[in-house]
């Protein structure tokens, strides 16, 4: 008993040690601390992963100076399709990966987003002027953002019991449901086929964008020239998004709420009984996700110009939830793997065969269009035989001790029976 | 249907008439129990009995068809089994439900989940007061881990601990929820001695540190005897018996329960052997049953009756 006791002691001495210390590092800015955990997880700081990722981020903003430089536009817009693909991923990443529900509904929440921010668009254009049209794109991206949630929070409500198959298979119809119904231009909303904006309107500039285009140029010799051009500029957009999307999601995902998505996926039951309100978290895990999907469907829109329905098939939702299977459920980095892999993949290679097989090209081109899919099924059933776990498993979330190596290690497997438990029949 | 008003008489849990229905089978059937604070009680029974269905009971998994649980008070029915950790009612698996794929950290620190309350906003922006929440989960769930004697295990994954360490780690994750009741479901099931003895002292030190009451299931009868301070024994969803461990140690109805009706003549004769041999009384000419040579009953000097069930023997045979 008196060992216990010590050790107790000891231990809390330990913790108030690390309070002192706490309070000292606590005067760092706020923001640092929001974006800390991008590069550096629990504590486990690698100078060499920090040196990576630097590298990474200076090489994605370097990339469209050089397309752009060299000519290749479509390849930068094929790259903005990829940076859309690999939001709307996180997002889904959120419902699948961390909470673990099946969702092949993904589409529902790109296309809310889209049209959201497209319908919008025009009369907040035209409430701000001219001299305020910068702000119509934040402001209906955020907008979009919210409708998103709230659809995701609406879909929430009769999924909250089901599971499994059974819930792949309602959010499968949802997603046809949303489609189908933009088709059928409810309310005189969505144009129908037709897409939006309607003759005669065009959504705003986004912001700085005619300032930029204006103003940011240069040559260098006879090859390279370089003008920030509508693909540049929603190639910025799209990455600072993803940035952003990436420091939020591992936010969440590092926290009490992540937690409880994470004991919800592991086993339900217990979750429950140890305090978690499943319902809570499948509906903020539906919500969050579906954001995203919002936030990368006004990008979408006003990277385009305005929307039809076709993009917002199931066959993409799908492609959605390849990226997430195959990068790896639940990680980050898989997800951006996975996002790369499957749509950079064929884009890649159709650009290729464009600019650099001449003749053959064309025929290459629409092999590739056509093919893309089987190579994408047999990626999947590659990964599902050998690779279950994605690209990039999820790794396990470790944890700098506050206690442990303070406490005398001796003192305490002396006070703690059995410590090392051995044995144990491990039946 | 036939809702019984009960009327709290101050037990942190009281459990009337608690019955619960699977189509024709009451797996708990009216039901009477009380757990007075501070205490370890335990449910014993055979497999089948329905002791880990009236924990589902307890802890808001099923809501009773019929009568009715109080903790402190408050009826459990139909409440959430959140809610119900939330008023202070934890609880561990029969068959272990860690969350496997999480670091045993991480386990307890879901414990803290129901103790703590940052959201969405703090998540997303880390606030200062979530990032001091989520400091105080963690220094709390270290000193959970400490306290079971898990802590050097923090930041292995969960599924990859020895069997009795997971065990403890139902155990540690339970207490991080601060429950005044904890129900442990066959805490020692495939446990070896020393384990099992190693348990025992933790769960004395569950009572006498932590002032938790514990309510136990248990089929390891050493472990219950020694633990133990009231006992109640569930047969086919019917309370059998209830009583202070010597009183359902020699208790006819719960060795016919665990042992059949044979069992219990086997049990008349080895006593009878015992004090034979004693010499307390005469030789008896009518020859012994024959059960009594290979029977499953094993009884010290004392005239301690050592009950072996299914389970028992299996942990025996693989130890």
């Known amino acids: 008993m008196t060992n216990t006791k010590n050790t107790s002691n000891n231990t809390t001495a330990a913790y108030e040690d690390q309070a002192v210390k706490g309070k000292a590092s606590s005067a760092e800015a706020i923001f640092g601390n929001i974006a800390k955990p991008m590069f550096s997880r629990g504590g486990n700081k690698s100078p060499l992963k920090t040196a990576l990722t630097a590298l990474l981020l200076v090489f994605l903003f370097a990339l469209p100076i050089y397309l752009q430089g060299m000519g290749e536009a479509l390849l930068l817009a094929a790259l903005v399709g990829i940076g859309l693909y690999v939001i709307l991923a996180l997002g889904l990443n959120i419902v ?332 | 249907m036939n809702k019984v008003v009960a009327e709290h008489q101050g037990y942190l849990m009281q459990a009337t008439n608690a019955t619960i229905q699977f189509g024709g089978l009451r797996a708990v059937d009216s039901v009477n129990m009380n757990i007075e604070a501070g205490t370890i009680v335990a449910l014993i029974g055979p497999n089948g009995a329905g002791k880990t269905t009236f924990f589902n009971l307890l802890t808001g998994i099923y809501t009773p068809t019929e009568g009715e649980i109080l903790f402190e008070g408050r009826s459990v029915s139909g409440k959430k089994t959140h809610v119900i950790a939330d008023w202070g009612i934890s609880r561990t698996f029969q068959n272990i439900r860690l969350f496997k794929e999480m670091t045993v950290l991480e386990n307890v620190m879901v414990g803290r989940h129901v103790r703590t309350k940052s959201g969405f906003f703090g998540a997303t922006f880390r606030t200062p007061s979530f990032r001091r929440e989520e400091k105080q989960i963690q220094e709390d769930a270290e000193r ?63 009572r006498d540190e932590l002032n938790i009451t514990v309510f136990l299931i248990e089929h390891d009868m050493k472990v219950v005897m020694n633990l133990a301070e009231y006992i109640y024994v569930l047969d086919f969803g019917k309370l059998i018996a209830e009583g202070l461990p010597a009183e359902i140690q020699s208790n006819p109805a719960v060795i016919e329960a665990y042992l059949g009706q044979d069992m219990e003549a086997a049990i008349k004769a080895k006593r009878r052997a015992l004090l034979e041999a004693r010499g307390e009384i005469a030789p008896e000419t009518t020859p012994k049953p024959e059960a009594a040579a290979k029977d499953p009953v094993m009884m010290d000097s004392d005239g301690v009756v050592m009950v072996a069930t299914e389970d028992n023997k299996e942990k025996n045979d693989a130890a």
């Open chain 1, 96 to 427: 699948v990966g961390y909470a673990g529900m099946l969702d092949f509904g993904r589409m529902a929440f790109y296309a809310v987003g889209t049209y959201a921010a497209i319908i919008l668009a025009i009369p907040l254009a035209n409430l701000l002027g001219d001299s305020l049209e910068g702000l119509v794109f934040p402001l209906v991206m955020v907008a979009a953002g919210l409708i998103a949630a709230f659809v995701g929070w609406l879909l929430s409500l009769p999924v909250m019991r089901l599971r499994g198959d059974y819930l792949a298979i309602v959010t499968l119809g949802f997603g046809e449901i949303v489609r189908i119904t933009i088709q059928n231009n409810p309310f005189g909303l969505t144009n129908g086929l037709l897409g939006l904006p309607d003759r005669g309107n065009v959504l705003a500039s986004p912001p700085f964008f005619d300032w930029l285009r204006d103003n940011v140029y240069w040559a260098l010799g006879n090859d390279f020239f370089f003008t920030m051009t509508r693909n540049v500029y929603w190639y910025y957009m799209v990455l600072i998004m993803l940035i952003v999307a990436i420091i939020v999601v591992r936010n969440q995902d590092n926290s009490r709420l992540g937690r409880s998505w994470a004991a919800m996926r592991e086993d339900e039951v217990a979750a429950s009984a140890m305090g978690v309100n499943v319902t809570k978290a499948k509906t903020w895990a539906f919500v969050l996700g579906a954001f995203w999907g919002g936030i990368a469907g006004a990008c979408f829109g006003f990277f385009l110009g305005g929307i039809s329905p076709e993009p917002f098939s199931f066959l993409n939702s799908v492609i959605v939830l390849a990226i997430v299977v195959i990068g790896g459920m639940g990680s980050i980095p898989g997800v951006l793997v996975g996002g790369v892999l499957i749509m950079g993949f064929p884009e890649l290679v159709r650009w290729f065969a464009m600019n650099h097989l001449g003749q053959a090209g064309g025929d290459i081109q629409s092999m590739v269009a056509n093919f893309r899919n089987l190579f994408l099924g047999l990626l999947m059933v590659v990964m599902m035989a050998v690779r279950t776990e994605g690209i990039i498993p999820m790794k396990p979330k470790f944890h700098k001790l506050f206690g442990k190596g303070k406490s005398d290690k001796g003192d305490h497997t002396d006070a703690v029976v059995g410590a090392a438990p051995k044995g144990g029949a491990g039946s």
């Open chain 2, 144 to 206: 959970w881990l400490e306290f079971v004697g898990l802590i050097e295990y923090a930041n292995d994954l969960a599924s990859n601990l020895p069997y009795g360490a997971q065990r403890r780690l139902e155990i540690a994750r339970a207490l991080a929820t601060e429950p005044k009741l904890i129900c442990l479901d066959e805490p020692a099931a495939g446990m070896n001695e020393s384990e099992s003895a190693d348990l025992d002292d933790l769960i004395l030190r569950i």
